[in-house]
């Protein structure tokens, strides 16, 4: 019970913050989509700022454990393909989150909450980096970590359109052309044309 009421006020706290921003959201506001009392909110959370904590670990772990390899990714490009894959279909599927965090990554008064999980998080973010250093280096590449780095580049590139642009992106062909580009086996193209990326 515990771990169903966090979660639900932290699910409340992600959708009142995607709406209404960190500096505008209430613990009020949070317990009441939670459906909670504020007192219980306050319980868990002591501040609003560990709320924001809790929600960005959340995301982080996420996250860092994209890079898992799955049943049968025995080989480099196995690996790196399920890494595109994981990662295109936890953005469609966590549009609201990818917001939040792109959006507290940059403004001001978030920005050190950010850098600070990202600080505590620092072992799992290093093997994370090692890890696509490690494909990279399998596949030959003559400077993993740079290649690791321009890869994770266009990933977030991908992520910030999907977030900005869910109705119109055109997933599936940016898939299709990741796995292209890096000689990866991608099946037939998608049939279906590209459209303009328009806000919705």
């Known amino acids: 019970m515990r771990a169903q009421s966090q979660q639900r006020i932290l699910e409340a706290a992600l959708m009142a913050f995607a709406e209404r921003g960190y500096e ?10 939670a459906g909670v009392a504020r007192g219980l909110v306050s319980y868990y959370f002591p501040a609003k700022e560990k709320l924001l904590q809790t929600l960005l670990g959340q995301a982080l772990d996420g996250i860092l454990a994209l890079t898992d390899p799955a049943e049968g990714e025995d080989t480099p490009d196995l690996r790196l393909a399920g890494v595109i894959g994981r990662t295109l279909e936890s953005a469609a599927n ?5 917001r939040l965090v792109l959006c507290l990554m940059l403004q001001p008064g978030t920005r050190e909450i950010f850098v600070g999980v990202e600080a505590a998080k620092s072992d799992a973010v290093e093997e994370f980096e090692r890890r696509l250093q490690e494909i990279f280096a ?21 992520i910030f359109k999907l977030a900005v642009y869910p109705e119109t992106y055109p997933l599936a062909a940016v898939r299709h052309r990741l796995l292209t580009m890096y000689g990866l ?16």
């Open 24 to 33: 505008g959201t209430t613990i009020a506001q949070i317990a009441e989509r």
């Open 185 to 200: 086996p991608a099946g037939d193209p998608p049939g279906e044309p590209v459209r303009p990326l328009r806000a919705t």
């Open 94 to 98: 966590t549009v609201g989150v990818q």
């Open 138 to 158: 399998a596949r030959g590449a003559e400077d993993p970590a740079l290649e690791e780095v321009l890869f994770r580049s266009v990933l977030e590139g991908v």
